[in-house]
């Protein structure tokens, strides 16, 4: 497995990866103080459990990769620490950052498939989105990448801070994947990644 993407580690304990997840979740300025130390407490276990993997595949007529991304087993320990303590304003701090992270992963990792191949991502699917990736295959995806992560007989991820999809390759300098809002219709998500109406 590889150790999740150094440049957004990076950003993640900067006050400004706090300050943007103060704004985008409504907190109010008192809590950034809370978030900045969630966030280092997140620190010592991101470093030695988060991380990433993928695989080529030719799928008929075009590559794609079988992807997953996972911040380890540390951050669900950390989250119920806190809840089991009563602290439910941190542990919801965790989910938070914690889901800030993963999204943020998702343009690290068409960084990092532009950088190590000649194709970038034109497309996420992801396990349970249609015919062609039913939910089922997640165990099957899981199991040949070898990475700490399964999921249950529900297909829960665990830990419970991970990803996994197949991002569809192109060489199509005109086509690149918006994101993973492309295809969604919710437009007052707030998770909602860019604008890809037009």
């Known amino acids: ?7 957004l580690l ?3 304990q900067s006050p400004d990866f706090a300050r943007a997840v103060c704004k985008k979740y409504h ?9 900045c130390g969630v966030a280092k407490a997140m620190l010592s276990t991101l470093g030695k459990e988060a991380g ?3 695989r080529l595949v030719f799928a008929e007529d075009h ?8 911040l380890g087993e ?9 809840l089991s303590q009563g602290l439910l304003s941190e542990g919801y701090m965790v989910e938070v950052l914690a889901g800030e992270l993963l999204l943020q992963g998702y343009g690290a990792y068409n960084r990092a498939v532009e950088q ?21 295959s997640l165990e099957a995806l899981l199991e040949r990448l070898g990475m700490p992560v399964r999921c249950n007989a529900a297909f829960c ?5 991970s990803v996994a999809f197949t991002a569809e390759l192109t060489r199509e300098a005109n086509v690149r994947c918006q994101g993973i809002c492309m295809g969604c219709y919710s437009l007052s998500c707030p998770n909602r990644v860019g604008e890809i109406f037009h």
């Open 1 to 7: 497995m590889r150790a999740y993407f150094a440049d």
């Open 10 to 12: 990076e950003k993640f």
């Open 27 to 35: 907190y109010r300025e008192e809590d950034l103080e809370s978030l």
């Open 52 to 54: 990433w993997e993928h």
């Open 63 to 70: 590559w794609e990769t079988e992807t997953a991304m996972t």
């Open 74 to 82: 540390g951050i669900d320990a950390l989250q119920e620490h806190y």
């Open 116 to 136: 190590e191949t000649p194709y970038h991502v034109k497309r996420y699917h992801f396990p349970g989105s249609g015919e062609k990736y039913p939910i089922e």
């Open 157 to 161: 991820m665990i830990p419970k801070k």
